[in-house]
């Protein structure tokens, strides 16, 4: 507790909640409130924790819709909480990071989904194709905290510690109706110790696997284990699925695990192909394609500024993500249909024969081709009409930041350099594609 209440580590944790800058808990208390409020307090705070006084308060839960249905219950901490939590993670994380498996990719300091699908892809081409997918029902909500705290006593002996760490986990929630609920199990999300508690949790299922001498990757609650046959496959589920309730008193859902070839299954949003390179899996592509379909949306109120910067910040992050496939033929290949429905969004936007007759004008159309102006076809129609993608081009639509996939990847592309050129270069040049 020393450690963590010492100034170099309360000022460290104090400008990651600031820069993190949270909704607010139940207290209502923001994130760029809080210096000022440890400025006044900050001694009184200190104190109670070195005394082992400090009492969390209950957290606001709030459900984010998950993409593919259900609900997902975030906990929101006071600020002051989460502080808190930030310190303690600080000088948890360093002690616990170098017992943690190796397949363990998620939530920790430097790795992260792109890393477990590389190591995913390395065991597929060392010939394990079968992979034993389990989806942990409601992992978050069930975690058990007596199995919890004592995997975190066996590192953790500073007894202050270990009994704040309990009071987080019983702080309990305030539902959207104003009332609290206590809680018995379950490590919320949305502080920032959960992630690192749920790791410390499932270290004794990674340490069990390689126990088995098997192989496998898990980021958070998602596990994969490779083997070679769907024998092998079939009965690790099985004998898996059976320890887990065991030894951690969880479950397996039945509905969301299974067994498949590396193809038939994803992973974090991705899938290895028969060719086992690593390509976006067809859920995937299926939601960027109704976000395609909402952004583009023309009956929304905003600017066609405003629609350009939706779409860009999401494609790029989108692509941030999935542009690290190495297969991207899925991906690219939606470019012509993302500029139809662009193409669509602006003819209905145009509103009217006179609107539209006033922006092909704009557009450098000739008067001789402006009559489709007063077309009666439908919008989605008029989507590919020639004079529509004449006066509204690939090259008008990039110049405009109205980017697709395809843009995307060509920019990705490693340069090319005419031997002329190479000639002159002294030294080898090593040309690597730019970072999106």
Known sequence: MEAAVEAGNWEAALCAVERNA??????????????????????????????????????RR???????????????????????????????????????SEASHGFRPGRGAHGA????????????????????????DRVNHDILMTQVSRV??????????????????????????????????????????????????DKEIERRGLKHVRYADDCNIY?????????????????????????????????????ERKFLGFILTAALLIAASPQAIAKFKDQVRAKWDARQS???????????????????????????KNMVQLSGWIRRHMRKCFWQRWHNASGRLAALTRLGIPPSRREVA???????????????QEALNNRTLKKYGLITPADLASRDKPR?????????TARPVVWEPRRV
């Open 22 to 59: 949270g909704a607010p808990g139940p207290d209502g208390m923001r994130s760029n409130e809080l210096r000022d409020h440890l400025a006044k307090h900050g001694a009184g705070i200190r104190a109670k924790l070195l005394k082992g006084s400090y009492q969390p308060g209950a957290a």
């Open 62 to 100: 709030k459900e984010i819709p998950k993409p593919n249905g259900g609900i997902r219950p975030l906990s929101i901490p006071n600020v002051l909480d989460r502080f808190v939590q930030q310190m303690l993670l600080q000088v948890m994380q360093p002690i616990f990071e170098p017992r943690f």
């Open 117 to 140: 699908i590389g190591a995913a892809q390395r065991q597929a081409r060392e010939g394990r194709e079968w992979v034993v997918d389990m989806d942990i029902t409601a992992f978050f």
């Open 156 to 205: 953790v002996r500073d007894k202050r510690m270990l009994q704040l760490i309990g009071r987080f986990l019983r702080a309990g929630i305030v539902l959207p109706e104003g009332c609290k609920v206590s809680s018995t199990e379950g490590t919320p999300q949305g502080g920032p110790l959960s992630p690192l508690l749920a790791n410390i949790y499932l270290d004794k299922l």
């Open 227 to 263: 083997v070679s046959s769907q024998r092998a496959a079939q009965r690790v589920l099985e004998v898996m699925g059976q320890w887990i309730a065991k030894h951690l008193k969880l479950e397996v859902n039945a509905k969301k695990s299974g067994i498949g070839r590396v193809w």
């Open 302 to 328: 905003l600017s066609s500024e405003q629609l350009r910067d939706q779409w860009s910040n999401y494609q790029r992050g989108w692509w941030a993500y999935y542009g690290r496939a190495e297969e991207q």
């Open 374 to 388: 007063r077309s009666s076809r439908g919008a989605w129609r008029m989507g590919r009409h020639p004079v529509l």
């Open 416 to 424: 090319v350099v005419s031997n002329r050129r190479m000639r002159k």
